[in-house]
């Protein structure tokens, strides 16, 4: 190894600790936005190292691919909104799968004489690489409402399964030298390609989100295999984080909706939808002012917000409700369950902008018995995350999931604009239960009116 590449891999090295040193502070809202900035700054080190590698051609075509990425990823970063965040993730990520793949497929189709290692890590790397690639595109389009339905038949997984070990038989036949002609290497990519989409498309409803963290999994794995075939330490540590960390986001978000990967990838039968004419008894509207006296004089609140709270961007608002009804001696705390909104954290990250202390923040498993003593749950745009239908209805499609306990509290008033569904589309039974009231309007504008009437008292 020449000095340039020597001092080359050492910044790789120093950028990977960037990464790692990053992701530890992204962990926690206080520390977040300086962990994509040191991180950020670990891409950068390792981007520019790379201008200098001996052997490096085409430098006009790369800077030219950099500097579309950054401005067309700049641009829609800034405008994409929070709620729009698991379509901007499903698409970044499958860029990612994709370049892993091409990595791959540059080096394979360069070379038919790599040592055995180098071939064998390049064809895994090519084949998650392509399925996160076109899986993460299909997950894309039916977050975006452009593929609907779920496409389910019989013998669906057979087939899946068929195509993961025809690519897997072909890569063998590569690796060990028996065939490794282009067309040989082509065919496995075009199986990957097709697996990723044919494994996506029978997946819907919430299981999406586990799905998208999933195939953030399996790319960081794919840039983490094309680092050793490429030699590049950064890639190598860079992938394997965000393989382990995107690892773990899965089982939680799996746990956290009570499924199983298996069940979640191999879904059976159509998705189930519960009717609203299935449900007994009628939603009973309250207007602002009644509900403001209501919590005014009530000795414990608990907030739970949902989706609905981020589309109205009414957190502030309910910040501002929280401290007054704290000022009048009222026990506010904020429940926040792992799935509501539409990315791990959402809640969190807007109740931590709004400035809402952390010790007023808690998970389901901490506040869930605090219902029964609770006066009134005031939950604002949250739906699925509290659907009693989840502990009593065997054959819903959230069944099993934990939920918020609101509807053991004595009072439930629920800020929502309509009759409208949550993210699973089943009608939520919670609505209809005697404790409940109804509060209709946009988040932010209720809670306008919330905060007006107990000023008012
Ligand atoms: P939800 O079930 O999607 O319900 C949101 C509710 O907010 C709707 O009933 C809607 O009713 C109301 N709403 C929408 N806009 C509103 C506004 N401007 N003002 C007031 N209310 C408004 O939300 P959730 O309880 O937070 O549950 C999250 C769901 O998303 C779960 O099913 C979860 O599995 C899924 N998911 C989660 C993630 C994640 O990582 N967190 C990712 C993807 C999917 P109206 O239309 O009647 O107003």
């Known amino acids: 190894m020449s000095s340039v590449e020597t001092i080359i891999q050492s910044i790789y090295v120093v950028a990977a600790v960037l990464f790692i040193?990053?992701?530890?502070?992204?962990?926690?809202?206080?520390?977040?936005?300086?962990?994509?900035?040191?991180?950020?700054?670990?891409?950068?080190?390792?981007?520019?190292?790379?201008?200098?590698?001996?052997?490096?051609?085409?430098?006009?075509?790369?800077?030219?691919?950099?500097?579309?990425?950054?401005?067309?990823a700049g641009y829609t970063a800034k405008k994409v909104e929070m709620t729009e965040m698991p379509e901007m993730i499903a698409l970044y990520n499958g860029m990612g799968g994709g370049a892993a793949a091409a990595i791959a497929a540059v080096e394979l189709f360069k070379d038919h004489h790599l040592p055995l290692s180098v071939t064998t890590l390049a064809l895994i790397g090519g084949i998650i690489g392509s399925i996160s690639f076109t899986g993460s595109l299909v997950a894309f389009g039916k977050l975006q409402g452009m593929i609907k339905g779920t496409f389910r038949f019989k013998g669906q997984h057979q087939i899946n399964i068929l195509l993961l070990l025809g690519s897997i038989a072909l890569s063998v036949l590569v690796v060990t030298g028996f065939d490794s002609n282009a067309t040989l290497v082509t065919a496995i990519f075009i199986i990957a390609l097709i697996l990723g989409i044919a494994m996506t498309m029978p997946i819907g409803g919430g299981d999406m989100a586990v799905v998208i963290s999933l195939y953030n999994a399996l790319t960081g794995l794919a840039v983490g295999f094309e680092g050793y075939v490429l030699q590049n330490y950064s890639m190598i540590i860079a992938g394997t984080v965000v393989g382990a960390a995107g690892t773990l986001l899965t089982q939680l978000m799996a746990k956290a909706m009570n499924k199983t990967l298996v069940s979640v990838l191999f879904p059976f039968g159509e998705a189930s939808q519960t009717s609203g004419d299935a449900v007994e008894g009628e939603m009973k509207p309250i207007e602002a002012g009644d509900a403001g006296i209501m919590m005014a004089f009530a000795q414990k609140v608990i907030i739970i917000p949902g989706y609905g709270m981020a589309v109205a961007q009414a957190q502030q608002k309910v910040w501002e409700l929280s401290q007054l009804l704290i000022e009048r001696g009222v026990d506010v705390k904020f429940a926040?369950?792992?799935?509501?909104?539409?990315?791990?954290?959402?809640?969190?990250?807007?109740?931590?902008?709004?400035?809402?202390?952390?010790?007023?923040?808690?998970?389901?498993?901490?506040?869930?018995?605090?219902f029964k003593s609770?006066?009134?749950?005031?939950?604002?745009?949250?739906?699925?995350?509290?659907?009693?239908?989840?502990?009593?209805?065997?054959?819903?499609?959230?069944?099993?999931?934990?939920?918020?306990?609101?509807?053991?509290?004595?009072?439930?008033?629920?800020?929502?604009?309509?009759?409208?569904?949550?993210?699973?589309?089943?009608?939520?039974?919670?609505?209809?239960?005697?404790n409940t009231r109804m509060l209709y309007g946009d988040g932010k504008a209720v809670a306008t009116d919330l905060v007006n009437s107990i000023k008012e008292l």
């Open 21 to 72: 040193v990053g992701l530890k502070r992204m962990s926690s809202p206080t520390t977040a936005r300086t962990g994509i900035i040191w991180a950020g700054v670990g891409m950068l080190m390792a981007t520019v190292a790379t201008f200098f590698y001996p052997g490096i051609e085409n430098f006009l075509l790369i800077a030219t691919a950099i500097f579309l990425g950054t401005v067309i």
């Open 336 to 370: 926040i369950h792992p799935v509501a909104g539409r990315m791990p954290g959402h809640m969190n990250v807007l109740l931590a902008e709004a400035g809402v202390p952390y010790e007023l923040i808690f998970d389901e498993d901490e506040i869930n018995q605090e």
């Open 374 to 434: 609770c006066d009134v749950a005031l939950v604002i745009g949250a739906n699925d995350v509290v659907n009693p239908i989840a502990r009593t209805d065997p054959s819903s499609e959230i069944y099993g999931m934990p939920i918020l306990d609101a509807d053991y509290a004595s009072n439930v008033i629920v800020v929502k604009r309509g009759q409208g569904t949550g993210f699973s589309g089943i009608e939520n039974i919670l609505f209809f239960l005697d």
